[in-house]
């Protein structure tokens, strides 16, 4: 018994790992992919860094073009985010 919760400790740490290495490329990949429903614009982004457990977001690149058209609407080389929930 003590076997399957050592175990069970190694694969939920695995997960958590995982999912703090690859969180920020598969939200910047929803994000870049859902843009146009979402915001009915396309939106890109260079580079986006997202801490779950610190709080805090990193994005270098972020470009909004016009509603159906090819020029930039807004255009954010790096901004950062520290988020605090108290």
Not at 7 to 16: D, E, Q, S, Y
Not at 29 to 44: D, L, P
Request: charged share 15%; proline share 1%.
């Amino acid at each position: 018994m003590k076997r399957f919760f050592v175990i069970t400790g190694i694969v939920i740490l695995g997960l958590i790992i995982l999912v703090f290495l690859f969180i920020s490329p598969i939200v910047k990949y929803v994000i870049e992919k859902n843009s146009v429903a979402w915001t009915g614009r396309q939106i890109h982004i260079e580079s986006l860094f997202l801490n779950i457990f610190g709080g805090g977001l990193h994005m270098e690149g972020f470009r909004m073009q016009e509603a159906k058209g090819d020029s930039t609407f807004i255009k954010i080389d790096d901004l950062y985010c520290n988020i605090s929930i108290n």
